[in-house]
């Protein structure tokens, strides 16, 4: 069996489908930074705000993605 890696841009991509917001207000933005974990996985760290400044903050999350593609959310 072959051992398939995601790509660091398939893990934006799931990154951000994952930090996708329930509900959508055109003033909500979302900045995510996806960076290698070193073992062939990704980290993911999303910041979701409201405003274009002063920004107020409405929450931020990290994620672990593995190399197969699977998302594990972690304590920020």
Request: proline letters at 5%.
């Amino acid at each position: 069996m072959q051992h398939t890696r995601i790509s660091a841009a398939q893990a934006e991509t799931i990154a951000r489908v994952w930090a996708d917001v329930a509900y959508v207000h055109d003033d909500v933005r979302s900045d995510i930074d996806v960076r290698p974990a070193g073992d062939g996985g990704f980290l993911a760290d999303v910041v979701v705000y409201r405003g274009s400044g002063p920004f107020i903050p409405v929450g931020t999350a990290c994620a672990y993605i593995d190399d197969h593609g699977h998302l594990e959310p972690v304590a920020a």
